[in-house]
């Protein structure tokens, strides 16, 4: 009996895990959404107690992390913009996805990274994807409002809307007055 239920307990996990699809790494993402890119520049943000305070004032939403990931695009002679790495809980299992965003704050473009949920991997689809290009912190991003849903997939859809309006807030509350002219990013530790 315990071996019938060791087999079945294996044999979903191995199910489970079968579902996860890697559509991007992050070198592949950030070359798509910046193919104009000399250089990629990666920081490590750690937010501030005031930081997420207003972050989650401004939005609504709790911060599930205190620190994140971004990666500064360079041209020749500017910041191009800045890609943030988040995770959000679709169903039951993470969406990892990418923000990247202008250095003024708009959505350039999002691209789903890894999808592990059996359904609504509709949401790495490109239509469902664009209807956040051009989006800054002050658009209500919002399922069923300015945001579409698509069927079985709402709770994917409802949470990578979510993330993108947290990562918009934060940008606005922690990158863009870091930002000095020159288009570095400042007090945010380097990784080697």
């Known amino acids: 009996m315990r071996a019938l239920l060791l087999i079945i307990v294996v044999t979903l996990v ?20 910046f193919p104009e890119a000399t250089r990629f520049e990666e920081k490590t943000l750690h937010y501030t107690a005031e930081q997420v305070r207003a972050i989650e004032k401004q939005t609504g939403l709790k911060m599930p992390v205190r620190s994140n990931r971004v990666w500064l695009a360079h041209g020749q002679d500017a910041l191009l913009g800045v890609l ?9 299992e993470l969406i990892d996805y990418i923000v990247a965003i202008t250095p003024d704050g708009t959505v350039r473009q ?11 991997g509709e949401v790495r689809g490109a239509k469902w994807r664009a209807q956040f290009r051009g989006k800054t912190s002050n658009a209500t991003l919002r399922l069923n409002k ?12 409802r949470h990578v ?4 309006k947290r990562v918009l807030a934060t940008f606005e ?3 863009r007055p870091s930002l000095p002219a020159r288009g570095g990013l400042q007090g945010a530790a380097t990784r080697d």
């Open 110 to 120: 999002i691209e789903i990274l890894e999808y592990r949920e059996s359904h609504g």
């Open 161 to 164: 809307t979510e993330g993108v």
């Open 173 to 175: 509350v922690v990158v």
């Open 84 to 92: 943030f790495v988040d995770h959000v809980l679709g169903k039951h």
């Open 14 to 33: 191995s199910l489970c895990a079968a579902n996860a699809e890697r559509y991007l790494t992050i070198p592949e993402a950030q070359k798509l959404c």
């Open 146 to 157: 300015d945001v579409y849903n698509i069927s079985g997939a709402t709770m994917s859809c």
